[in-house]
């Protein structure tokens, strides 16, 4: 297999490589770089199959060979599911092999002018591009990229873990994108998340995991820590609680 594939910077912004592990980046790259950039012809399903380009065929066996060292076939099998989730990827699978289709390939392999044309004439091929969206021009003559915020939902919901009341939060989420970051929330909860984690590998007492809705209401990915990432502290308590405990001692 030769030539080369495009690979843009704006992926490292977008939901589906933030909230991946170091595995399931190994697996995007290297699906991309498995993928036809034009019509080939493959073996699916007993016959002959003409794969257009963003196809191909292949295996488990096969996707973990090529991602290298590390990657198991348990991990692959959970990257295909979530990238399908995330309207990367379909996968149709049989007993001996499976046919992957990258979706959108076309429009951002495609050539630059091609690009800026499918983007800014067809707003549902947009909504649901991931990994490499291109930046189309607004009236105003700057350039912004469409990022769609069901996107950054899934991406935190798929971090936080605790799953409870999703519609509410993800409308509270769609509210909080007005106020912050999408950066922001997401480097706030894996503070969070860390402190927990810190607190279990020290032997010591684990709270209760916050609900996600009370989580976002509270805004708590804005509260302080301090330490490294394998120990993380909440640097005080606020002025009001302090105040208050004191008033209680008397």
């Not at 800026?116 to 700057?142: F, H, M, P, Y």
């Not at 939060?169 to 999408?182: D, G, I, P, R, V």
């Not at 969070?192 to 984690?197: Q, W």
């Not at 996600?212 to 490294?228: A, I, M, Q, R, W």
């Amino acid at each position: 297999m030769t030539g080369w594939v495009k690979l843009h910077r704006e992926l490292l912004s977008k939901p589906i490589w933030e909230a991946s592990t170091p595995e399931q980046k190994t697996i995007l790259i290297t699906l991309l770089a498995m993928a036809n950039h034009k019509e080939k012809e493959w073996e699916w399903r007993g016959q002959k199959f003409k794969a257009t380009a963003g196809q191909f065929v292949t295996s488990l066996p096969s996707l973990v060979q090529k991602s290298g060292k590390g990657v198991s076939v348990q991990n692959v099998r959970t990257a295909l599911k979530r990238f399908e989730k995330l309207g990367f990827l379909t996968d149709e699978s049989t007993n001996q092999n499976r046919l992957i289709t990258i979706v959108n390939w076309g429009i951002y392999q495609g050539k630059e002018d091609d690009v800026t044309s499918d983007l800014t004439g067809n707003q549902q091929a947009t909504n649901r591009q991931l990994t490499a969206n291109k930046n189309v021009r607004t009236k105003e003559g700057k350039k912004e990229p469409i990022i769609q915020q069901a996107e950054l939902f899934e991406s935190w919901w798929s971090l936080y873990g605790n799953k409870k009341g999703k519609v509410k939060c993800e409308t509270k989420y769609a509210s909080l994108l007005k106020k912050y970051k999408h950066e922001q929330i997401m480097d706030g909860t894996h503070h969070y998340l860390n402190h927990r984690e810190g607190l279990a590998r020290k032997g010591e007492f684990v709270p209760q995991q916050k609900n996600p809705l009370t989580f976002l209401n509270g805004e708590h990915f804005n509260d302080e820590y301090e330490g490294s990432d394998h120990v993380i502290h909440i640097v005080q308590k606020p002025q009001e609680y302090v105040h208050n405990m004191n008033a209680g001692e008397g």
